[in-house]
């Protein structure tokens, strides 16, 4: 939601960096046109559509509902902007019959359950409870996984002994839903925020350091090597000290191959992870090319 106003802020660009590392569909509405002019409306929109091409998009502005066919078939690449009031509800019709038309996500059910974990309980009578969204395949109660990494980086093996989904006990829980998993054979003082549940068919590997394409988004000097933000990868976060490979330094607007190491402990990554990096505010988003170690 941009603002005809106040144009393009740093909360846009963390906004649209966070969608991209999520790689959700994006939707613009330029919000408030009843409040600027034709000339501040042409300048916002010649803005928002250079800020889409930065990031490797196609902007896509909308007149009116024969634009929406168009826009998705082609949700994944292009970028629809839509005029918006709250006081005249210029744009509403539009917006709602975008939303509708949306398709559904597909769910990843072929592939071997994965789960990061979000939350972590104590649950008097049960035990430890860890709760997340089903990034992959399907589990049944009963299931033997492995969770991790710990801090020594090994994956240990746990039992799913009950699964549940908002107080409801299930049997058998699938890619996409937000789910509870009591597990048997890990101390609660073991598992931390950011770690994973998978079925051994992953053979998971605790990652220290990896290589990976970045985009800075926004920075006010110069990033080089030596550098630590925080990365943020689905559930997990932790600092990393940044090399970079094929450039002395990067600023905003540049692209770059760099490694990361983790500061801390290990972390679970794959090849193709998408992530976002900060310090305060977010700074760019990257995509995991290379595994090191």
Do not use: W
Not at 147 to 154: H, I, K, N, R, V
Not at 161 to 182: C, F, K, M, N, R
Not at 271 to 283: I, M
């Amino acid at each position: 939601v941009i603002a005809a106003d106040d144009g393009i802020t740093h909360i846009t660009k963390e906004h649209l960096g966070i969608l991209l590392a999520m790689d959700l569909p994006i939707i613009i509405c330029m919000t408030k046109i009843d409040r600027t002019s034709q000339k501040r409306k042409e300048e916002v929109l010649s803005d928002i559509e250079n800020l889409i091409k930065f990031v490797g998009r196609i902007p896509f502005k909308i007149k009116d509902e024969k634009d929406l066919g168009v826009v998705i078939d082609k949700i994944d690449a292009l970028v629809p902007i839509i005029e918006t009031s709250a006081v005249t509800f210029e744009g509403f019709d539009i917006l709602t019959k975008l939303l509708s038309l949306l398709p559904e996500r597909k769910r990843d059910l072929e592939r071997p359950f994965l789960m990061f974990i979000d939350r972590i309980y104590k649950v008097q009578g049960v035990g430890t409870v860890v709760s997340g969204t089903i990034k992959q395949g399907r589990i049944k109660a009963g299931s033997y996984l492995l969770l991790g990494p710990l801090a020594s980086g090994e994956f240990k093996k746990v039992k799913a002994a009950s699964i549940q989904t908002h107080y409801y006990p299930l049997e058998e829980a699938d890619a996409g839903l937000i789910v509870g998993i009591a597990v048997k054979g890990v101390k609660h003082e073991e598992v931390k925020r950011g770690m994973i549940l998978c079925d051994p068919s992953i053979r998971p590997k605790a990652v220290k350091s990896f290589e990976a394409e970045v985009l800075v988004l926004t920075h006010p000097t110069r990033i080089a090597s030596g550098y630590e933000p925080v990365l943020h990868f689905f559930t997990a976060s932790q600092s990393a000290k940044l090399e970079c490979l094929d450039k002395k330094y990067l600023k905003a607007g540049e692209s770059g191959k760099v490694r990361f190491t983790f500061k801390y402990y290990p972390c679970f990554v794959q090849e193709g992870d998408k992530f976002v990096f900060r310090e305060g505010k977010t700074k760019g988003i990257g995509t995991v090319t290379k595994i090191i170690r």
